[in-house]
């Protein structure tokens, strides 16, 4: 294990002046060779990798409804606000904590482009309420946005200029969507070589691609201008066998010596402290 | 992670309830006899494992996933261990077995949220089990060479009674029981973190406390024969040390904020 390690080391790397670990970006569609390292100069490889396609798969969201806060400023609070959670059944008029305003569901609705995207994931969903004061009342739609899971509602037109909405205290309705969470976030990856295709392989966490003596990890998923690109952390595998040997026979060292050698009593007439 | 305490009106949380109960009722039930109180755990047993089946089939997943979960699942591990550890290695103290066990199953009955997540991206792997299963059966069998060799350093040694061995040699048993376990955690966990993150090793708050926690028994199995044979509280300090660092790797490394680490999911 010692040896595999000192062979895959940094140092080790750098006296063979090859490089352990670095990073590359590939938009997909395209292939890159270049490895960006600690080194001030980026690494070519001898190959490139090609991003065939990148997705993310989520579970369906557990729960459909949102979840409501009345929120207040409050000074005294460690976070400079109080959040109340309540509850808003769909239909129901319910009472909005700390004003005298009321709030309810009429529907949850989807948008234009229906419930699920081509990966299985649930679209953004949007709620639709009425808000009411005395005998003033409206309507609004709340579009949830991908990047944020809070949508916040200020009740200027139930209150007019009645509220200095700026003012510590006026209350200010959020709302926070379901949260989707990844299943899992995948890639295809192709390797070229002299212009052909010598490797392929979809790669998720857990399961990277491995070619040539360095492995292939799904680091990051994003979008730059519209268009998906991923992150691939890439390692050396130096020593790594060595290692896994090393691995193999302290664990079958370590079972033969306690469990075998000894027997299941482990010697218990042997003089006491006999390992 | 934790709520305050508090009873979870769901019928798991009745089965979990149940089985904390029972483990603490098999406590007064030795005192009467050794045979009820061995039927009160037992008991005490069915109602744990049927509280991880539930679980299971509710989640779809192996309970392993979070606090609440593993110590689910060390509670229910405690009475078949405890059985084994009898009948194949002749350890007895099977009461203290059920004291341990009803203290594992309290923070899942009454504290830890129960709150059930999908399996992050980073936990789908083949080797989420056997290294999480490798290490809850080694903890489970270290926390009683842990209680016993406290017993060792506040008392002293006992001679077992008929065919079960003598206390310092029942610390000593157990832990060798247990170390091959700890191992194949500790390295199913390098082998899977160079498949989930590159390296083998990452210095990662909870590998480190492992890798402290490994070395401790290591250590405690090197003493030579006639070191411990001298000095067999001094020896079984170090037994309790590596049950204290156990409890750092499987609590505080995931509770305090300072060893937030690549295991925060866990």
């Excluded at chain 1, 007019?160 to 990856?189: I, M, N, S, T």
């Excluded at chain 2, 008991?43 to 979070?66: D, E, I, K, S, Y």
């Excluded at chain 2, 261990?81 to 899942?108: H, I, K, Q, T």
Aim: glycine residues 8%; neutral net charge.
């Amino acid at each position: 294990m010692i040896c595999g390690g000192l062979w895959g080391s940094r140092n080790a790397h750098r006296l063979r002046q090859a490089p352990r670990r670095g990073q590359m970006a590939v938009l997909e569609g395209s292939s890159s060779a270049v490895l960006l390292t600690d080194a001030p100069e980026p690494v070519r490889l001898p190959f490139s990798v090609c991003l065939v396609r990148c997705w993310q798969e989520y579970y369906p969201p557990a729960e459909t409804r949102w979840t409501f806060f009345s929120v207040q400023a409050d000074p005294d609070a460690e976070e400079g606000y109080r959040a109340a959670e309540f509850d808003a059944p769909d239909g129901r008029e319910v009472p909005l904590p700390g004003t005298d305003a009321r709030v309810q569901v009429l529907q949850y609705v989807l948008p234009p482009g229906g419930a699920l995207d081509a990966h299985g994931r649930a679209a953004p969903p949007t709620v639709k309420l009425r808000l009411a004061r005395g005998e003033r009342w409206t309507v609004k739609l709340l579009v949830a946005h991908d990047e944020c899971p809070y949508e916040q509602l200020e009740l200027t037109d139930l209150y007019d200029d009645e509220v200095d909405w700026l003012r510590a205290g006026a209350p200010v309705l959020v709302l926070q969507r379901p949260e989707q969470q990844v299943r899992d976030y995948k890639g295809v990856l192709a390797v070229l070589r002299d212009g052909r295709e010598v490797a392929r392989k979809t790669i998720e966490v857990n399961d990277p691609l491995h070619y040539d003596g360095y492995h292939f990890y799904l680091a990051e998923l994003g979008q730059a201008h519209g268009r998906p690109y991923a992150v691939l952390n890439v390692v050396s595998d130096a020593g790594l066998v060595v290692v896994l040997a090393g691995f193999a026979l302290l664990l079958g060292g370590v079972v033969w010596r306690m469990w075998v050698r000894l027997g299941p009593r482990g010697g218990a007439n042997a003089p006491e402290g006999t390992p | 992670m934790i709520a305050a305490l508090a009873l979870k009106p769901t019928p798991l949380g009745a089965l979990m309830l149940t089985a904390l109960a029972l483990h603490v009722l098999a406590l007064p039930a030795w005192a009467v006899r050794r045979a009820m109180g061995q039927a009160v755990f037992a008991a005490g047993f069915v109602a744990a494992a049927a509280a991880v089946v539930l679980r299971t089939v509710q989640t779809g997943q192996p309970p392993m996933q979070n606090l609440f979960e593993v110590f689910l699942l060390l509670g229910a591990m405690m009475f078949p261990l405890s059985l084994l550890g009898r009948r194949a290695l002749g350890v007895g103290a099977e009461a203290l077995d059920a004291a341990l066990a009803a203290a594992v199953l309290f923070p899942p009955a009454l504290v830890f949220s129960a709150a059930a997540q999908p399996l992050p991206p980073a936990l789908q792997s083949p080797l989420f089990v056997p290294h999480v299963a490798a290490y809850l059966l080694a903890y489970v069998i270290l926390a009683k060479a842990g209680a016993l060799a406290a017993a060792l350093v506040v008392a002293g040694d006992r001679t077992g009674e008929g065919k079960l061995v003598s206390r310092a040699q029942a610390v000593r048993t157990l832990v060798r029981a247990a170390l091959p376990l700890l191992t194949a955690g500790l390295l199913l966990g390098a082998v899977w973190g160079k498949l989930a993150w590159g390296d083998w090793w990452n210095w990662d708050p909870k590998e480190l406390w492992s890798l402290a926690s490994w070395l401790a028994f290591v250590a405690y199995l090197h003493v030579p024969p006639g070191v411990a044979a001298r000095r067999p509280r001094l020896i079984g300090a170090i037994v309790v040390l590596g049950a204290a660092l156990i409890l750092i790797t499987l609590l505080w490394a995931n509770l305090a904020q300072r060893f937030a680490g690549l295991h925060s999911y866990a």
